[in-house]
């Protein structure tokens, strides 16, 4: 901008110093006739200068509006990743988590730091660390059902993990696959449960349901459920004590 008002000036200060020069070797009229002249080049250059910084002045608002529709866009999207954080961290009982296949992300929800007794943030730096806790027992049905995942089948599968300080649990999962327009699986949608006391309790059901309380032993209902399932490999002979 300053450079087009200082060369504006210069033409101005040529026009009329050529004016001066010439002026003394013609007639009135003729110098009359390019003072006109010159007055109306310099009305034209000023008007032309004016609207050159107008449009300028307008493709600065303009941007200095984007800049504040961004700037507001960019609080709006952390007002929003805020409240989806807290929802995503209000559900007590269960650990919801997000798993971004393209991106190799993974979101946890806070809940996780009690169901398996690390950080949120080392889960979600490490989204499948909770394998390591997975009993050895367990290990391969796990693998397994994370693979249908990739497969488009969702999986519902519980298992058991060693706890850094509870020791064991019973960890229910729940998760589905999500696909894009070519079939890939771009995303995972799941989430854990503890159903540790639902297990000792059917665990507990069980023991009295089929073993005797005072010898520990099986009992009659154990004895002939086995039977049952085994009875074309073997006889059995029973007696009645009295």
């Known amino acids: 901008m300053k450079q087009s008002i200082k060369r504006y000036l210069y033409h101005i200060s040529l026009s009329f110093l050529g004016l001066i020069g010439v002026s003394a070797f013609l007639s009135p009229v003729v110098t009359v006739i390019l003072v006109v002249a010159t007055v109306g080049l310099m009305i034209y250059h000023y008007r032309e200068m004016t609207q050159h910084t107008q449009q300028i002045s307008q493709a600065l608002a303009t941007k200095t509006d984007n800049l504040a529709s961004l700037r507001e866009s960019l609080l709006e999207a952390e007002r929003d990743k805020q409240e989806y954080e807290a929802f995503f961290d209000a559900f007590v009982g269960a650990t919801l988590y997000i798993e971004d296949v393209k991106q190799q992300q993974f979101y946890y929800s806070l809940g996780v730091e009690g169901l398996f007794g690390y950080t949120q943030a080392q889960f979600n730096q490490d989204g499948r660390l909770w394998h390591q806790l997975v009993t050895e027992e367990d290990l391969a049905d796990v693998v397994e059902h994370h693979q249908l995942l990739f497969q488009g089948v969702s999986v519902d599968h519980t298992f058991r993990i060693i706890h850094p300080t509870e020791g064991e649990k019973w960890i229910q999962k729940i998760a589905k696959p999500i696909a894009n327009e070519l079939g890939s699986i771009v995303k995972i949608y799941g989430k854990f449960i503890d159903v540790t006391a639902q297990k000792t309790l059917e665990q507990q059901l069980r023991k009295m349901a089929y073993f ?22 073997l006889s059995v002979t029973v007696i009645h004590l009295r």
């Open 212 to 233: 005797d309380d005072l010898t520990d032993l099986p009992n009659r209902k154990m004895l002939d459920r086995h039977i049952k399932k085994h009875s074309h490999a």
